[in-house]
């Protein structure tokens, strides 16, 4: 049996995610089957998810998945690095998986593979030291140096978003030294950040732009049919569409009352860009005025948003744990039910599927356990209606199970 394991974050699944999931399932065949490793309540581009982790979770396996875990909170809202690491590992520690599936500009696993090999070798950082003593930003330095290594045309790979992170993705698997086969299906539809043409499927930043200027039916129709049906009942209940905007004043309460220090903490790369975040912090009355005043060429805007969240959410990054210490589970249907029975053997993690389990782990997921449910209830606090954020929900959930 074949099964195939997904990294995403359906902030919110639309069509094209739905595309590569039917793909996927007919690459692996009629045995084949699904787990998906998805992003929390907040995600890897520093912001709030547009709705719930349950939502989305349940619309996963409505679309396809058959398994749903939940990627972690330091992992979910780091670099795209780390947030691949973070998802293999998760993937990895089912046991089960045997393909990773993801999609790409290319759709050319071999091609990743090679890029990805170029970035782990003993030559790069050097290389790359030298591209960005130039002067130049990350991005360019770093493809510069792999087409030193390989080909301009290979090192064009990097220019689209969904290639980078298939990448990532494929360093992870390298770093592992696993048998688990990259499976690349090249990405349809509108680019990251682009509205979609008549017929084509849309970006996740499409829709949640329609929703942010109150365009609800134009948003509704680029969702995947179960996504909607999902969206409508979460908006009903008065827990969608969440925008991070809602928390501005808390969030720039809680910067002004950080000192220097604080902010040095949030500096993985020690760079000194701390200093300029903690300037603007002092007179900064809006979070995007605050990242435009600090953000360079060198500096990439969402490594700026992940700080500020960090910040909000009382995460210091040099004290993310190396790899995940559970398994949590966010929703399954009946052959999901089967995998959570032959994960008892073959998982290298504990699998949580109540939340009072995690009393019975060591102390490292006890305290990962803990932040998360920090964050889920400073994240219902941006729901439309304040009346449905109660907190502590993250002690009462139970995993979503589908056509049972």
Not at 224 to 239: F, K
Not at 256 to 271: H, I, K, T, V, Y
Not at 312 to 336: I, K, Q, S, V
Request: aromatic share 6%.
């Amino acid at each position: 049996m074949e099964i195939a394991g997904i990294i995403t974050e359906y902030n919110p699944l639309h069509t094209g995610h739905v595309h590569l999931l039917e793909e996927t399932r007919r690459r692996l065949g009629e045995n084949g089957a699904i787990v998906c490793v998805m992003s929390g309540d907040f995600v890897q581009r520093g912001d709030f998810a547009i709705l719930g982790r349950q939502a989305r979770a349940k619309a996963a396996v409505l679309s396809g998945a058959d398994l749903v875990l939940e990627l972690p909170l330091p992992w979910a809202v780091s670099s795209a690095e780390r947030f691949a690491w973070g998802g293999v590992q998760t993937l990895l520690s089912t046991g089960l998986v045997t393909r990773l599936a993801f999609g790409s500009e290319c759709g050319d696993a071999d091609a990743l593979m090679r890029v990805a090999g170029a970035l782990l070798c003993e030559e790069f950082p050097e290389r790359l030291r030298s591209e960005l003593s130039t002067g130049a930003g990350f991005a360019v330095s770093r493809q510069r140096a792999v087409a030193a290594l390989l080909t301009p045309e290979d090192a064009a790979l990097l220019e689209s978003p969904n290639n980078t992170l298939g990448v990532e993705y494929c360093k992870a698997l390298l770093r592992c030294g696993h048998t688990v086969r990259p499976m690349t299906i090249r990405r349809m539809g509108a680019a990251h950040d682009a509205d979609p043409a008549a017929g084509e499927h849309a970006s996740a930043s499409a829709i949640r732009r329609a929703l942010a200027e109150g365009r609800q039916e134009a948003a509704l129709a680029m969702m995947a049919p179960a996504m909607r049906e999902l969206y409508i009942e979460e908006s009903a209940a008065g827990r969608a569409p969440v925008f991070g905007t809602v928390c501005e004043r808390s969030v720039l309460a809680k910067l002004r009352s950080m000192e220097e220090a604080d902010f040095a903490a949030l500096d993985e790369g020690r760079e000194g860009l701390y200093r300029r975040l903690y300037a603007a912090s002092r007179s900064a009355v809006s979070v995007e005025g605050l990242l435009e005043e600090v953000k360079t060429k060198r500096y990439a805007y969402a490594r700026l948003r992940r700080m500020v969240l960090w910040a909000y959410l009382g995460l210091d990054p040099h004290t993310f744990p190396e790899t995940p210490p559970y398994l949590h589970l966010l929703a399954a249907n009946r052959t999901g039910r089967q995998l959570l029975a032959q994960m008892k053997t073959t998982a290298s993690l504990p699998v949580l599927t109540k939340p009072a389990d995690v009393r019975r782990l060591g102390l490292e997921a006890q305290t990962l356990f803990e932040l998360e449910a920090r964050a889920v209830d400073l994240y219902a606090l941006a729901y439309p209606d304040l009346s449905a954020a109660v907190g502590g929900s993250a002690w009462r959930e139970s995993p979503v199970m589908v056509g049972l």
